[in-house]
């Protein structure tokens, strides 16, 4: 296997959605990268030349396959529970679909995973997604990839707007509980999403073979030390 830091080639799968935006920023920012293949049902409004965007009508991924080669797979489109109408379209989204680009990935030699998960994620956990994403993350484990790393946020932060005053009302007011517990709720608090979508970078460019999760203890390192790229 060979992995060079200043070409590498990353594939997205949710770079739609608001983590994958995030994403999107740090991966066109970051030096390692000399291209980021989205893939996509509509375009995204971004322009550069590192950005290669396919858009997939149809969950039908086989007639992209020649796509589906690179360095590392961010597999980021999570959909929670309350967002989707029916199990179906949740075991689709959270569970058939990543599995179906992994599987492509594996077939085209992609060497990382870095996989959006969620904490509690169990194939035999009480909450029908959690138990769905425990699944994927077992398929996952077990495909032929050198590494691959598992984000589990309790939660992401929604980016919302929110007025100074308000930010520093919910500030003062964690704070205040946090101390109250001992600073327990340290590892149950939301995360922003643009933390975690840095610690998948920052991950990848370690190239620690295996698999290895994430949990907020490893995020809020990152957004306490403020950790620079490379």
Known sequence: MKISKGDKIALVWGAETQFGQKLIDQLLFHSAYIEVRVFVKKKLNIESKKLKQ????????????????????FLCKLMEYNQSK????????????????????EKGKVNQVFCLSTLGANENAPFFN??????LESHISKMDFWSVHFFQPTFLIKNKPMNPARKQIVKLLGGFFNNLSGGKLDGIKPVPNEVVAKSMVIAAQQLKKGIHFYKNSD????EKNDEKFV
Request: charged share 20%.
């Open 130 to 135: 959690h138990r769905l994403l425990g699944a």
């Open 86 to 105: 029916t199990k179906k379209e949740l075991y689709n989204n959270n569970f058939l679909l990543p599995v179906q680009i992994a599987k492509l990935c």
């Open 54 to 73: 396919f858009r997939i009508a149809s969950a039908d991924f086989s007639l992209h396959e020649e796509h589906f080669s690179g360095s590392d797979l």
């Open 219 to 222: 995020f809020q390192k990152i």
